[in-house]
């Protein structure tokens, strides 16, 4: 059994992608992890406690995603198995290594924004090729829709096209006054919204 973790915190280094001898892609970073909170009295957020340093370990599609998408000083969210690996220095000295082998990555949207577009999918994208995540794009990632950082709305972008929640302009549960209490099927919203289905 593994213990498996979530920890937020900052990319201290950009990920470094290679490939094991199998051909499996694998990248690896260095996450540094401050305990914070918000101080009334200054109004601004103060350091409580030391900086936990992890190396953060990605396989497969995570691996290319992750070197394709992160960058020094980037806030993430990184989820993943605990591993505690002792070593030992050239003058003999005890060391231990904390690491996480991630199973989930992302940006800590409390710190700022992003905008997701979808890699490939397939064997050949698993094995790290042509899974740059550049490369791919869906209508989530285009740039062209914002969000309500308050509601989790997507807002209009003047275009007709994505104006009503069946994708054919028409809105497909009432007034712009529910927009936020769709009834229907989920299925039928995510399909609608260019998402597919959920599985």
Not at 25 to 54: I, K, M, Q
Request: hydrophobic share 30%; aromatic share 6%; charged share 25%.
């Amino acid at each position: 059994m593994f213990d498996t973790l979530t920890v937020r915190g900052f990319a201290a280094t950009k990920p470094d992608l290679r490939n094991l001898p199998d051909g499996t892609p694998v990248a690896s970073f260095r996450l540094a992890s401050t305990p914070r909170r918000f101080d009334t009295e200054s109004n601004s957020w103060v350091d409580v406690g030391p900086t936990n340093w992890y190396t953060v370990t990605c396989f497969r599609r995570l691996a290319a995603n992750a070197a394709s998408s992160l960058k020094v000083g980037d806030a993430v969210l990184v989820m993943g198995r605990l591993r505690l690996r002792p070593w030992t220095t050239k003058e003999g000295q005890e060391r231990l290594t904390v690491e996480i082998d991630a199973t989930a990555l992302g940006p800590d949207l409390a710190l700022g924004t992003a905008t997701y577009k979808r890699s490939g999918t397939g064997s050949d994208s698993s094995r790290g090729e042509g899974s740059d995540a550049s490369q791919h794009s869906d209508d989530w990632g285009d740039g062209s829709r914002s969000v309500d950082p308050m509601t989790g709305e997507i807002l209009d972008d003047g275009n007709d096209e994505h104006d009503g929640r069946d994708g054919s302009g028409s809105d497909a549960g009432g007034s712009s006054e529910d927009a936020h209490s769709w009834e229907g099927d989920p299925q039928e919203l995510l399909a609608g919204a260019g998402q597919g289905s959920i599985s």
